[in-house]
């Protein structure tokens, strides 16, 4: 059973930074793609970046987040990170790591198309 646990978040003010982790625990390989998600208060869920086992990324257009943040990810400690810089009160929100299945390397910003979702993480910006 693929499980995942994010970890990192917390309360800051405006302009510091955060690295957000996903413990990833289940997957036979690394052959999988990863995704970090947020939900605003009030807002749906949407999507921040991917990232596949070869360390292909890609990064929302939001303009909110655009030039900010940087996913990454260590196959050996089997865990995916989420850096988020210059942090503004509107990037408050819970933060979810998600994985697609094993042997989908494609990347996505699409949420339909993960299939195992962490609990969240808050991370909460004050100005």
């Known amino acids: 059973e693929v499980q995942l646990a994010e970890s990192g978040g917390g309360s800051v003010q405006a302009g510091g930074s955060l690295r957000l982790s996903c413990a990833v625990s289940?997957?036979?390989?690394?052959?999988?793609?990863m995704g970090w998600f947020r939900q605003a208060p009030g807002k749906e869920r949407e999507a921040v970046a991917s990232?596949?086992?070869?360390?292909?990324?890609?990064?929302t257009d939001s303009v909110s987040v655009k030039g900010r943040v940087t996913i990454s990810r260590d196959n050996a400690k089997n865990t995916l990170y989420l850096q988020i810089n210059s942090l503004k009160p509107e990037d408050t929100a819970m933060y979810y790591c998600?994985?697609?299945?094993?042997?989908?390397?494609?990347?996505?910003?699409?949420?339909?198309?993960?299939?195992?979702w962490g609990q969240g993480t808050q991370v909460t910006v004050s100005s």
């Open positions: 289940g997957y036979t390989s690394s052959g999988y793609s």
């Open positions: 998600a994985g697609r299945s094993e042997g989908r390397l494609g990347l996505s910003l699409t949420q339909s198309e993960y299939l195992y």
């Open positions: 990232i596949n086992s070869i360390g292909n990324i890609i990064y």
